[in-house]
Antibody, heavy 119, light 110 residues
């Protein structure tokens, strides 16, 4: 059974840092693109970043470029999102998701991790 | 402002057919596949439609997707109370080099 579990969320002050983790099981993690998607309070889903198998290619939404860094450790079946210079508008539930092969979309999602940026 | 445009709300009665539209541009829907996700508050989003009109295993055939030019739509037939949720369209955007979502449509089953 495919499972994705996020961890590392919490309360952080503006300008602070936080590192989210996503631990995968039930599939060959190294064979898949992985992605982070967030949902801000009262708003919709927003794609944040994704990373190719092996980590050789990464993409980010403009609003987090230069502040967030996506990475992965295939030996640990894990993906990470290092978030620096956090702003109030980064407050959201952050989901990790698997990008299915052959353009199959975000076919499995974690339950989400809440990040609150507030003083 | 979302890159893909969806109506904020839709509604229908049990058994009815409802459609949700998603409008984009040549750099996203016009040149790439469209995906649809169902999201109930407090739960993980669920993939409903991939590659414009394909259903993952386990998704009822009451759900169908279509695409024409720079627009797409999700149709739900035989509406049921458990279909009450938020629905999002998504596509890869070549100009932004990233995924883009619609603003979401809240479906109410009256």
């Amino acid at each position: 059974e495919v499972q994705l579990v996020e961890s590392g969320g919490g309360l952080v002050q503006p300008g602070g840092s936080l590192r989210l983790s996503c631990t995968a099981s039930g599939f060959t993690f190294s064979n898949y693109w992985m992605t982070w998607v967030r949902q801000t309070p009262g708003k919709g889903l927003e794609w944040v970043a994704n990373i190719k198998q092996g980590g050789s290619e990464k993409n980010y939404v403009d609003s987090v470029k230069g502040r967030f860094t996506i990475s992965r450790d295939d030996a640990k079946n894990s993906m990470y999102l290092q978030m620096n210079s956090l702003r109030a508008e980064d407050t959201a539930v952050y989901y990790c998701a698997r990008e299915g092969r052959e353009a199959a979309g975000f076919d499995f999602w974690g339950q989400g991790s809440l990040v609150t940026v507030s003083s | 402002q979302s890159v893909l445009t969806q109506p904020p709300s839709a509604s229908g009665t049990p058994g009815q057919r409802v459609t949700i539209s998603c409008s984009g541009s040549s750099s996203n829907i016009g040149s790439n596949y469209v995906y649809w996700y169902q999201h109930l508050p407090g739960t993980a989003p669920k993939l409903l439609i991939y590659r414009n009109n394909q259903r993952p295993s386990g998704v009822p055939d009451r759900f169908s997707g279509s695409k024409s030019g720079t627009s797409a739509s999700l149709a739900i037939s035989g509406l049921r109370s458990e279909d009450e949720a938020d629905y999002y369209c998504a596509a890869w955007d070549d100009s932004l080099s990233g995924w883009v979502f619609g603003g979401g449509t809240r479906l109410t089953v009256l």
